[in-house]
């Protein structure tokens, strides 16, 4: 089962813009992590927040984690069209589950010239 | 590139038969993991193996086997393939088995059940 829900599902925007998407999720985590996938191919790891973490930064992407309201927000500034794809959060649990992780259903972004 | 590489990178089966996907994981990393995603959905873990042995299951049927090699490589074994088992099958390679480890997957294998 999907632990997280990305909002929005589909998000369109002209270059230069800023892209938000959120994501929630229901249980207790360790980590959060946002992974990018093109085309349906593999996924690349973008950024992990640790639970005691609030934000992060890394290059023109900041993420925001809010425990109290289980969600956690991915900004990409200045976009470019070669950030057309779709964005994934996943948490990691606490439980010693090692590295399994447990995966949104996805924000599609667009990014148009 | 992740250097994780997985073959075939597309397969076609009739419903009944077995598959067998492959995967090489980065060098170094003695962690793999199996994801399956189906279309318009995010990747649903099926298992991972540490240093040989099953560390963790997701739920997934008994008919969804693994094996990791000594040289950390791995296999996906599907019997008794169902429709519903078409999809895209994702290998991810960690440097250790840790709690906030970030995966490196490879470009997947798209499996269509007939």
């Known amino acids: 089962s999907q632990q997280g829900e990305e909002d929005p599902q589909a998000l369109s925007i002209q270059e230069g813009e800023n892209a938000t998407m959120n994501c929630s999720y229901k249980?207790?985590?360790?980590?959060l992590q946002w992974y990018r996938q093109n085309s349906g191919r593999g996924l690349v790891h973008l950024i992990l927040?640790?639970?005691?973490?609030r934000e992060k930064h890394s290059g023109r992407l900041r993420v925001t984690l809010d425990t109290s309201k289980k969600s956690s927000s991915l900004l990409i500034t200045a976009s470019r069209a070669a950030d057309t794809a779709s964005y994934f959060c996943?948490?990691?649990?606490?439980?010693?589950?090692?590295?399994?992780?447990?995966f949104g259903t996805g924000t599609q972004l667009k990014v148009e010239l | 590139e992740t250097g994780v590489t997985q073959s075939p990178t597309h397969l076609i089966k009739t419903r009944g038969q077995q598959v067998t996907l492959r995967c090489s994981s980065q060098?170094?990393?003695?962690?793999v993991s199996w994801y399956q995603q189906a279309l318009g959905q995010g990747p649903q873990f099926i298992f991972q193996y540490y240093r040989e042995e099953e560390n963790g299951r997701g739920n997934f049927p008994p008919r969804f086997s693994g094996l990791q090699f000594p040289n950390y490589s791995s296999e996906l074994n599907v019997n008794a393939l169902e429709l519903d088992d078409s999809a895209l099958y994702l290998c991810a390679s960690s440097l250790a088995l840790g709690d906030s480890e970030k995966l490196f997957f490879g470009s997947g294998t798209q499996l269509s059940v007939l």
């Open positions: 249980t207790s985590i360790n980590n």
């Open positions: 927040i640790r639970s005691n973490e």
């Open positions: 996943a948490t990691g649990e606490p439980t010693g589950g090692g590295n399994k992780l447990t």
């Open positions: 060098s170094g990393h003695n962690t």
